[in-house]
């Protein structure tokens, strides 16, 4: 409802009231200070002293290491710092979980507690056959292996050549990047891959057919994936920016499974490391694949 005219000449009034505040002594009754004030200034002076008031203290939460002391905020560095930690502790679990395993496998060698007897066969008829392994082998029969094991019929392959001599060259792999390789392979150096330089987003393609074992993050090669081929053949790929497979997932042989990166401490810019590995040995990845 509106003020009347009257009132608000009433409150103007008031507001512009002068009054004095005087300071006097008690006994003596001398004057010792008086200020003339009204109150239109006190309502000003209020308001500005509660409006610097509730800016100060905006600024000290804002710009200040205060603002760490009032829950909800954090320093991002702090952040930052939690999530390195974070995955460096994941990372560090995992290797100590894989020592254990190891320490584990070995105090049985040790000790003697691994299963060396071999398995032994039952025919339809009920009698007992010892593994092959065991059986005394003629000198024919050695002669026959030796021959079957050497000839190269059914293949149309130089028995010279480095690939297939390994193995490995009846395999037909995809180029998992097209680029340029800055870093070549080195079993001295202890560099068991080679480094493929590619344009930034780039797809990381499965060089076969396999399963996903590895899909994690470490702290020194950044996000890696590892993928289990047949004839013990492994790949890994390194440094990437996103992994797109899960542990457990079947890939095929040119589908994407990571996006290129830089990631990891061993990393100085946006690159691939390829490794391929077969029984367990690094080899070089050019002698096979054609970057």
Do not use: C
């Not at 950044?222 to 797109?244: C, D, E, M, P, R």
């Amino acid at each position: 409802m509106p003020l009347s005219k009257a009132k608000r000449k009433k409150i103007a009034h008031i507001l512009k009231s002068k009054f004095r505040f005087v300071v006097m002594n008690d006994q003596t009754l001398e004057e010792k200070f008086s200020l003339r004030l009204t109150p239109m200034n006190i309502i000003v002076v209020g308001g500005s002293f509660a409006l610097i008031l509730i800016t100060l203290t905006m600024y000290l939460i804002a710009f200040t290491p205060i603002r760490e002391y009032i829950p909800g905020y954090a320093d991002v560095n702090m952040r930052r710092n939690l999530i390195k930690m974070t995955l460096k502790t994941d990372s560090l679990m995992q290797k100590v979980n894989a020592d254990e395993k190891y320490l584990a496998n070995l105090l049985d060698v040790i000790n003697d507690k691994v299963d060396t007897t071999l398995p032994v066969k039952k025919s339809g008829s009920g009698q007992l056959y010892d593994s092959i392994q065991r059986l005394n082998k003629s000198d024919a029969d050695s002669q026959l292996r030796w021959q079957i094991e050497n000839q190269e019929q059914f293949t149309l392959v130089n028995n010279g050549d480095k690939a297939f001599s390994s193995g490995i060259g009846s395999y037909s792999f995809f180029t998992p990047l097209k680029g340029n390789i800055t870093s070549k392979f080195s079993t001295t150096q202890k560099h068991f891959g080679i480094d493929v330089v590619a344009g930034p987003n780039e797809g990381i393609k499965s060089a076969l057919d396999g399963t996903v074992v590895m899909a994690n993050f470490t702290s020194e090669t950044g996000y890696v994936i590892g993928v289990q081929h047949s004839n013990n053949l492994f790949t890994f790929y390194k440094h990437n920016s996103a992994l797109l497979k899960s542990v457990g997932d079947y890939v095929n042989a040119g589908e994407v499974i990571a996006i290129i990166g830089n990631s990891g401490e061993f990393s100085s810019g946006p690159h691939l490391h390829f490794e391929l590995w077969y029984n367990g040995n690094p080899v070089n990845p050019t002698d096979y694949i054609n970057f």
